[in-house]
C-alpha cells in the first residue's frame, strides 16, 4: 500500500477521535453537575483524545483524498479497533475497580452494540459512567448505518455489493448520493430515539433512564441502567415500548425514508421487512407455546415472557426481562438459533442478517432444481433482481466464515477456562453482538465479569468481526492485501 493510503487512514481516524472527544463533555458535564469526582477521569481522557486526534489530522493534512478498496478494508477495521480503545480509557481513568481489558471489552461492547457487560452494581453508578455507556451505543448505532450504506457495498463484503444502489430511489443527486441518504437516515434515527425516549417517560420511566434506554433500544445494543436490565421495572407499558423500538432499530433505516414516500412500494423494495416480522412473530408464538407447555405460568404471562425476550435476541438488542436461560434446555437450543439469524442489512441489528437467508435458502432451492433437472435453467432471484454467481458465493463464503469462526473462537473460549454452555453462546452472541450469553455465568442474570481475561479478548474480538462482516478483518492478514 503507498504512503497517502496510511495518510488518508491516519487523518480519518484522527477526525473519529475528535468526534468521540467532543462526546465525552457531555457525561463529563453530567458528573460535574451532580457533583461526582468521576468528570475528572472525562477530562482527562478528552484531552488525551483530542491530543492523538488532532496530531493525526495536522500530520496527515495533505493525504491524498482517493479512496481504494484496500485503503476502505483499512480505514475501516483500524477505526472501529483504534475508536475503541480511546472510547474504553474514561472508564478506566473515573473507576479503579475496571481494568483496561475490561473497559476494552464494554467499550467494544457498547460502540459494536453488543451489550455484553463487565459491570456491575449499574443500579448504584454515578451517572456519567451509565451515560457514556449509553452514548457508545448511539454513536456506534448511526456508525453501523453509515457504514452499512457507503463502505460495506463498496468492499463487497458478504454479498453487502446488493445494496449499491439503496439510495437511488430517494436521491437524485448523482454525486453526493450515499452522503444525502445517510444525513436522511441519521434524523431518522434520532427521531426514533427521541421518540423513544418521551414513550418510556410516559410508560414510568425516569428521563434519565429513559435516555439511556431509548439509545440502547433504537441501536439494538441492550445497555441498562440497571443490574436486573429491564426485569428491574416490571412494567408491562415499558416493555412494549421497547419492543416497538428494538424491532424498529432492526429494521433498515432507509426504509423510513421509503415508507413516508411511498409505504406499498416500500414493503416490495424491502423485502428483508415482512420477512423478519413472519420470523418475530413466529418465534414469538413458538417460544411462548413451549413456555407456556414446560414452564407451569400462565399463557399471558408466557406470551409477554417471550414477546419481550425473543424479540430482544432476534434483533441482537440484548435486554432481558427475566432469566430466559432457566427456562430449560430447548430455551437455550431455542436462543441459541435466533442469535444467529439477525435483522435485516441497513439496520443495527448484527448477526448473519435476514437477507443472507433469503439468498441461502433461494440458492439451495436453486441446487435443488439443477440436481433433479441438470439443463434447467434456474435464476437465483432477491426482490426480484437475479443475482450473479458473485454475490451468491460471497453470502456463501460469509456463512460458511462466520461458522467457523464461532467455532475456533469458542474453542479458544473453552481453552481459556469456560464451560461449553458459556463458551458457545458468548461467542456466538459476540459476532451477533446480541447482549447476553446462556447459562449461569455469561446470561442474562449474569455478566462477563468474572469471564477469564483471555476469553474476555477473544469475545471482544468476536464483537468486532461480527460487526465488520469478517472479511474486513480477515484480508488484513494476508499477504496480497500488503502488497504493492
Known amino acids: 500500500m503507498s504512503s497517502g493510503s496510511f495518510q488518508f487512514v491516519a487523518f480519518v481516524i484522527g477526525v473519529l477521535l475528535n468526534i468521540v472527544a467532543s462526546a465525552m463533555a457531555i457525561p463529563a458535564a453530567v458528573d460535574y453537575f451532580a457533583h461526582n469526582s468521576e468528570w475528572r477521569g472525562f477530562a482527562a481522557a478528552m484531552a488525551l483524545t483530542y491530543y492523538v486526534g488532532l496530531s493525526l489530522m495536522e500530520a496527515n493534512r495533505g493525504a491524498p ?3 481504494s478498496l484496500r485503503t476502505g478494508f483499512l480505514l475501516t477495521s483500524l477505526s472501529w479497533a483504534i475508536v475503541t480503545v480511546f472510547a474504553a480509557l474514561p472508564l478506566v481513568l473515573c473507576s479503579s475497580r475496571i481494568g483496561f481489558a475490561d473497559a476494552f471489552f464494554e467499550a467494544m461492547s457498547g460502540l459494536t452494540t453488543s451489550g455484553a457487560t463487565v459491570l456491575v452494581g449499574l443500579d448504584d453508578m454515578d451517572p456519567g459512567i451509565l451515560l457514556w455507556r449509553s452514548m457508545l451505543q448511539g454513536i456506534g448505532g448511526l456508525g453501523i448505518v453509515a457504514m452499512a450504506m457507503i463502505m460495506m457495498p463498496f468492499l463487497r463484503v458478504g454479498g453487502m455489493q446488493l445494496f449499491h444502489s439503496e439510495s437511488s430511489d430517494i436521491s437524485e443527486r448523482p454525486v453526493p448520493r450515499a452522503f444525502h441518504v445517510v444525513g436522511l437516515t441519521a434524523l431518522v434515527y434520532v427521531g426514533l ?10 410508560a414510568g420511566m425516569s428521563p434519565f433512564d429513559a435516555a439511556n434506554h431509548a439509545m ?19 412494567s408491562l407499558p415499558v416493555e412494549i415500548v421497547l419492543i416497538v423500538f428494538m424491532t424498529a432499530g432492526s429494521l433498515p433505516l432507509v426504509f423510513y425514508a421509503r415508507l413516508a414516500m411511498n409505504w406499498r412500494r416500500a414493503f416490495l423494495r424491502e423485502s428483508q421487512v415482512p420477512v423478519f416480522l413472519s420470523v418475530l412473530v413466529l418465534a414469538i408464538a413458538g417460544v ?5 407447555r414446560t414452564g407451569d405460568v400462565p399463557f399471558l404471562l408466557a406470551l409477554r415472557e417471550s414477546a419481550f425476550n425473543v424479540t430482544s435476541i432476534l434483533t441482537d438488542t440484548g435486554f432481558a426481562s427475566t432469566d430466559y ?6 430455551a437455550n437450543a431455542a436462543f441459541m438459533l435466533l442469535m444467529f439469524i439477525g435483522g435485516c442489512a441497513g439496520s443495527t441489528a448484527g448477526a448473519i442478517k435476514i437477507f443472507r437467508w433469503q439468498v441461502l435458502f433461494r440458492s439451495m432451492g436453486h441446487q435443488m432444481l439443477r440436481t433433479l433437472s441438470p439443463h434447467r435453467v434456474a ?3 432477491h426482490q426480484g433482481t437475479p443475482l450473479d454467481d458473485e454475490t451468491v458465493g460471497s453470502v456463501r463464503n460469509f456463512f460458511f466464515m462466520y461458522v467457523l469462526t464461532w467455532a ?3 474453542t479458544g473460549c473453552m481453552i481459556a477456562g469456560m464451560d461449553y454452555l458459556s463458551a458457545t453462546s458468548s461467542i456466538a452472541q459476540g459476532m451477533a453482538n446480541a447482549g447476553p450469553g446462556l447459562g449461569p455465568l455469561v446470561g442474562p442474570a449474569g455478566s462477563f465479569k468474572d469471564v477469564p481475561v483471555a476469553a474476555k479478548w477473544l469475545i471482544s474480538a468476536a464483537m468486532l468481526l461480527g460487526r465488520l462482516e469478517l472479511t474486513t478483518v480477515y484480508v488484513l492478514f494476508t499477504a496480497a492485501f500488503w502488497k504493492d
Open 65 to 67: 483524498r482517493r479512496v
Open 193 to 202: 430515539i427521541v421518540a423513544c425516549g418521551v414513550a418510556l417517560v410516559v
Open 216 to 234: 440502547a433500544a433504537v441501536a439494538t445494543g441492550g445497555f441498562s441502567t440497571k443490574d436486573a436490565s429491564v426485569g428491574f421495572y416490571r
Open 288 to 292: 411462548a407455546f413451549l413456555r407456556y
Open 325 to 330: 436461560a432457566a427456562w430449560g434446555d430447548w
Open 379 to 381: 435464476v437465483v432471484r
Open 408 to 410: 475456533a473462537l469458542s
